[in-house]
């Protein structure tokens, strides 16, 4: 089967460092990919791995163990603005299709 | 990024009736679009997968006679939710990968479309 946990909620201050996890166990593995959601409305890409190790871009780093099912997303020096939900979504690689995780809400607070 | 228009963003319709969304891909050719539902506070639930010009492909537990999902063309996928009731009340998110060296990576999503059955 497929499954992908994150935890639920997380709180953070502004201006700190936060790091969300994520994992895995899926049949396959084409890449996982990390997205922002605020409150009713779509999703927006912030990362992709498909090599293990870290991918850095600006405030956002994205890490990838393939050996350990294992993710994180790390975010620098939080605004307020960060406050949404993160979703991990693994490519199971047959069908080309995103299975996302159980999200992780994160309140950044003054 | 590429684009993807989903219509309308938001519905509000009777008990029993039923409901077109389009998705469409704006500057790409989307080989595969795909079909989620979202309720408040939880993540994004894969319905189906629809690859352009066959059959949709379900997930376990999603009548595919109620959610009817076409995909004629490369850049238009529409999702019927027919014969509405309440519980069919969510946000509704479609999201297109292409088949292009850069697009085969990155899933772009539409704006969503908030269903509302009374």
């Known amino acids: 089967g497929q499954n992908i946990d994150q935890p639920t909620e997380m709180t953070a201050t502004e201006g700190a460092i936060v790091q969300i996890n994520c994992t895995y166990q899926?049949?396959?593995?084409?890449?996982l990919f990390w997205y922002q959601q605020h409150a009713g409305e779509a999703p927006t890409f912030l990362s992709y791995n498909v090599l293990d190790g870290l991918e850095e871009k600006g405030r956002f780093s994205s890490f990838l163990s393939r050996s350990k099912g294992y993710s994180y997303l790390l975010l620098k020096e939080l605004q307020m603005k960060d406050s949404a939900s993160y979703l991990c979504a693994v490519d199971g690689g047959a069908t080309n299709k995103l299975i996302f995780g159980t999200g992780t809400l994160l309140a950044v607070q003054p | 990024g590429a684009v993807v228009s989903q219509h309308p963003s938001w519905v509000i319709c009777k008990s029993g009736t039923s409901v077109k969304i389009e998705c469409r891909s704006l500057d790409f050719q989307a080989t595969t679009m795909f079909w989620y539902r979202q309720f408040p506070k939880q993540s994004l639930m894969l319905m189906a997968t629809?690859?352009?010009?066959?059959?949709?492909?379900?997930e376990q537990g999603v009548e595919k006679d109620k959610f009817l999902i076409n995909h004629a063309s490369l850049t238009l996928s529409t999702l019927t939710v027919t014969s509405a009731h309440p519980e069919d009340s969510s946000f509704y998110i479609c999201?297109?990968?292409?088949?292009?060296?850069?697009?085969?990576?990155?899933?772009?999503f539409g704006q969503g479309t908030r269903l509302t059955v009374v």
């Open positions: 999201s297109a990968r292409g088949s292009l060296t850069r697009m085969n990576t990155e899933a772009f």
């Open positions: 899926t049949s396959g593995f084409n890449g």
């Open positions: 629809s690859n352009e010009g066959s059959k949709a492909t379900y």
